[in-house]
């Protein structure tokens, strides 16, 4: 039986700031008959600096709330971070939910990579989870892999995209540890581990010191989300949803202006 939009459950997208608009972005283009409920713990933000028990405690205690309130039909984790610590613990706490998470694209760069030689650009907690390492013992044990923790750009593009003006030099300085050289190969895939990177993807085609694949997962993400949900190609797009919800309660004139440009009330 084919869904109608009184019917339809919203998709809920969560992230620790506005990186999971990257997801957004293709998962409307996939499902453009579905509704979604974007969700930036913006009072949490930035997830790097925090304790991780005490991290994972605050996803848990946030989804119990989301979960009760707005009832999605699938939740998009859009966030490394979030995910690779908290993912098992949500879907244990929440079996009646479907959870699609987002972990380092380790698997598709081992796979495309000529030269072997992979980076993981990622934020400090993506790069010290065990997760992280598994997925390289899985996957990417024929390749050097090294992973580089960035403290300062997950800030840097919020930033940017709220239209502040960026230093190239202060980017330079997060992405350079990406590029090896070794035995006259060098790095020709960098992933981006985390959904903020994708919004500065121009700027780092500009500074690389040669041409690398940027690996966005943010259309596989999408993509698996449409895997698990019923088709609805006669769905009406419902006007009830589409809107942000930022746990500080008071985003900024150009956080609010910035989610109206994705189609979201704020």
Same mark, same amino acid.
């Given at each position: 039986?084919?869904?109608?939009?009184?019917?339809?459950?919203?998709?809920?997208?969560?992230?620790?700031?506005?990186?999971?608009?990257?997801?957004?972005?293709?998962?409307?283009?996939?499902?453009?008959?579905?509704?979604?409920?974007?969700?930036?713990?913006?009072?949490?933000?930035?997830?790097?600096?925090?304790?991780?028990?005490?991290?994972?405690?605050?996803?848990?205690?946030?989804?119990?709330?989301?979960?009760?309130?707005?009832?999605?039909?699938?939740?998009?984790?859009?966030?490394?971070?979030?995910?690779?610590?908290?993912?098992?613990?949500?879907?244990?706490?929440?079996?009646?939910?479907?959870?699609?998470?987002?972990?380092?694209?380790?698997?598709?760069?081992?796979?495309?990579?000529?030269?072997?030689?992979?980076?993981?650009? @990622?934020?400090?907690?993506?790069?010290?989870? &065990?997760?992280?390492? =598994?997925?390289?013992? +899985?996957?990417?044990? /024929? *390749?050097? #892999?090294?992973?580089?923790?960035?403290?300062?750009?997950?800030?840097? @593009?919020?930033?940017?995209?709220?239209?502040? &003006?960026?230093?190239? =030099?202060?980017?330079? +300085?997060?992405?350079? /540890? *990406?590029? #090896?050289?070794?035995?006259?190969?060098?790095?020709?895939?960098?992933?981006?581990?985390?959904?903020?990177?994708?919004?500065?993807?121009?700027?780092?085609?500009?500074?690389?010191?040669?041409?690398?694949?940027?690996?966005?997962?943010?259309?596989?993400?999408?993509?698996?989300?449409?895997?698990?949900?019923?088709?609805?190609?006669?769905?009406?797009?419902?006007?009830?949803?589409?809107?942000?919800?930022?746990?500080?309660?008071?985003?900024?004139?150009?956080?609010?202006?910035?989610?109206?440009?994705?189609?979201?009330?704020?």
């Amino acid at each position: 039986m084919t869904a109608t939009a009184n019917e339809q459950k919203p998709i809920l997208v969560f992230d620790s700031g506005i990186g999971g608009l990257t997801v957004l972005r293709e998962a409307r283009v996939l499902m453009p008959e579905r509704g979604f409920i974007y969700v930036a713990d913006d009072a949490g933000f930035p997830y790097g600096g925090w304790e991780e028990q005490a991290l994972r405690e605050r996803i848990i205690g946030l989804f119990a709330k989301l979960l009760m309130e707005h009832n999605p039909e699938v939740c998009i984790i859009a966030c490394n971070t979030a995910f690779t610590l908290a993912g098992a613990d949500l879907r244990a706490a929440f079996p009646q939910m479907t959870f699609v998470g987002t972990v380092p694209a380790i698997k598709p760069a081992a796979e495309r990579t000529r030269s072997g030689l992979v980076s993981v650009l @990622a934020t400090p907690g993506t790069v010290k989870r &065990a997760y992280t390492r =598994d997925l390289i013992q +899985s996957f990417a044990t /024929q *390749c050097h #892999v090294r992973l580089v923790g960035s403290e300062n750009l997950a800030r840097m @593009a919020e930033a940017y995209i709220r239209g502040d &003006a960026v230093s190239d =030099d202060a980017v330079r +300085s997060e992405i350079d /540890q *990406c590029f #090896v050289e070794k035995e006259g190969r060098k790095t020709d895939i960098v992933v981006l581990a985390c959904t903020h990177y994708p919004f500065m993807a121009n700027i780092f085609r500009r500074l690389a010191p040669w041409p690398v694949d940027w690996l966005d997962p943010a259309e596989a993400i999408a993509r698996r989300a449409r895997s698990l949900l019923p088709q609805a190609v006669d769905a009406i797009h419902p006007d009830n949803f589409d809107f942000a919800v930022f746990t500080s309660g008071a985003p900024d004139f150009p956080t609010r202006r910035l989610m109206q440009g994705f189609g979201l009330k704020a």
